[in-house]
Every structure is written in structure tokens, then in C-alpha cells.
């Protein structure tokens, strides 16, 4: 794995960071948070597992690859939850997510 | 400060973190989630820096004490909204928080 | 899965990232550090899986089984790792460490 | 507080968990590294805040002044720890910690 390669997964990590947090704030806010119980709660665990990858990609953890793949699986589920809704945040943030899970599956191989 | 407060300041965290976590999962299924969208941020700030303050004391964080000061502070806040609800899981997370944040203040002084 | 073990393994966690920031903290300050750098390094990376790991447990998450997977590998490599050292800080980590992997990774099946 | 100053206290509060990381690794490869005891632990205190703060700041948390007059203050200690280090490593540890500790403090007032 080149060091061009982690650089990458690592900025699509904080890229789903950011807009997990951003989509989980807005989300709060909306009229009818009831129908986006289950995008609040998927951008927090998505949030969370980038957070950690991130960090521990960074840091060079000998535990990277097996990270980056837990890492896509949750990206994944966040973005389909995320793509269901019309708001501008949940599809920005199904975007980043699909992205990130993208690029977090191709450190594995 | 004795290493025994240092014990009980962990303990004390980590059950907030039990507790708000537990909170924000049951918030989320409510029937009237709109109700709970100040809980359910706050769960997440609370359990975030409770976790944050236990990993910190347990590796004897040269800041141990700023981290318990901003940890009881968020606690407090927490613990004001979470009672404001009847549930029975809101209760117990106030429980969890105001008891949290006078641990926690006590490791300050 | 029940509710008994679940409470099981976020306990064993939560003993687990104590255990090791605790070795953490204490081989930074031995004789010879060098000996203990990768003590030191997995000893982080153990404390933060298992932190986020018994966190993602309490809020009841949709990936507790995966995250409990990936937290059982690296507990493993840290408790096989810390058992090789004679300090009394590294053989309660090792013994902490290879009690969660093994609480986790009844999770799994 | 503009959006704009928010967006740069991420970009930079990330840049340094970036930093510090990079830095506790290569820290832990040194030739000699009871003399780097100090700034291992420091680079960790600091990658942690660091994360912390951009994560809480990016979800617009309603304590992100008092996150970041923390941070400040840790990244504070980072950057004067690491800059007594010739390691390049350590300088552009210290450059980021020192950087970010100024733009967190320009976040309170």
C-alpha cells in the first residue's frame, strides 16, 4: 500500500467526519425527527468509525487494513440510510459516505 | 488527590457513558422523537467526554483535572435536560449525569 | 445474544483499556524504554479499540458484532505482546487483554 | 464566531492529530527513546483533544468554546515539549501543535 493511498483514505475519513456530524446536527433540527431516527443513529456509528480510522491510519496502527474494512461496512450502511432522504445534509453526507467506504475497501485488497 | 478518588472519578464516568449511551439509543425509539432532540445531542456530548475524561485518568493524563472541570460541566447539562423527561431511561441518565458531575467537580478543587 | 453477555464484554472492555493505559503510562516511565516501545504502541491501540468498542456496545449498535470482532484480534496481539515482558504491569495487561479477546470473541458466533 | 473560523480550527485541530501522530510513531523507532518518554505521552494527550474538538466541533456542540480552551492548553504543552526535540519529526510536531493552540485560543475570545 502506498503512502499516497493512506494519505487518501485518511482525508476521505475526516471528509466523512465532518459530514456525519454535520448531517446528524441537521438532522436533530428537523421538522420530523422521528423519520430520521435511524440516520441520526447511523451518522453517529459512522462518525465514530472514521474518527478511529483516521487516528489510527496516522499513527501507522499495524491494525490499518482491518480498520479501513470495518470502516467500509459502516460507511456503507450510513450512505444507503443517508440516500433515502431528500435533505441537502443526507445526500452530501450518502455522498462522502459512499466515497469513504470506496476508498476504505480498496486499502484492504 | 488520593488514588482512590482517581478510582471512583473513573467508575463514576463510565457508568455516565453506560447511561447516556443507553439513553440515546432508547431516545431514538420513542414515540415522539421530535420531544427528545435536545437529549439525544446532549447524550451524545456527555457520553463523548465521559469516555474521553475515563481513558485519560486511567492513563494519568498530566490534564486530569481541566478534563474533569469541562467533563462536569457537560454532565450538568446533560443531567438538566435529561430530567426534564419522564422516561424511565431519562430519569437514570440524570441520575448518572449529576452525580457524575459532583465526582467530578470534586477532583477539581 | 443476551443482554447478560453484552454486559459481559463491555465490562471486560472497560477493564481492558484501564488495564492498558495503565501499562501505558507505567512503561514510559521504566528504566529502559526502548524495550517497551511496542508494548507501548499496542498498548494505545487496545486502550482505543476496546474503549470504542465497549462504547458502540452500550448504545446498542447495529455493528457490535464486527467491532467486537476486530477488537478480539487486537487484544490478542497486545496480551501476547505484554505476556513476554516480566514487569507486573505488563503480565495484569496481558492477562486483562487475552480475557477480552476471548469474552469478544464468544460475541462473534 | 463566523463559520469560517469554526471550518479553520478543524482544519487545523485535524492537521495536528495528523502531526502528533506521525510523531508518536516515529517516536517509538528512535534510537533512543526514554528521551522521547515525554513527548510519546504528550503526542498522544494531544492527537486525542485534538480529535476530540474537531469531531465535537464539526457536530456544532453547544460546549465547543470550552473544548477548545482546552485543547489550547494541551496543545500548548505539546508544541513546547516537542520543540526541545531536533527530530523533524518533532519540529513539525511542535509547528502544528503551536499553530493549532493559537487558533483554539482565538476561538474563546
Chains 1, 2, 3, 4 share one sequence.
Do not use: W
Not at 456525519?20 to 465514530?48: K, P, Q, S, Y
Not at 441537502?88 to 485488497?109: P, S
Amino acid at each position: 500500500m502506498s503512502r499516497e493511498q493512506f494519505q487518501e483514505c485518511i482525508e476521505e475519513c475526516l471528509a466523512c467526519v465532518k459530514a456525519c456530524n454535520h448531517c446528524f446536527n441537521a438532522c436533530l433540527g428537523e421538522e420530523n425527527v422521528n423519520m430520521m431516527a435511524e440516520c441520526i443513529r447511523l451518522d453517529r456509528e459512522c462518525a465514530d468509525i472514521c474518527s478511529y480510522a483516521a487516528d489510527a491510519m496516522s499513527r501507522n496502527s499495524p491494525f490499518a487494513q482491518e480498520i479501513c474494512s470495518l470502516c467500509a461496512q459502516i460507511c456503507e450502511a450510513c450512505g444507503n440510510e443517508c440516500k433515502k432522504h431528500d435533505h441537502d445534509h443526507c445526500q452530501k453526507c450518502a455522498k462522502a459516505c459512499l466515497r469513504c467506504a470506496e476508498v476504505c475497501r480498496k486499502m484492504v485488497t
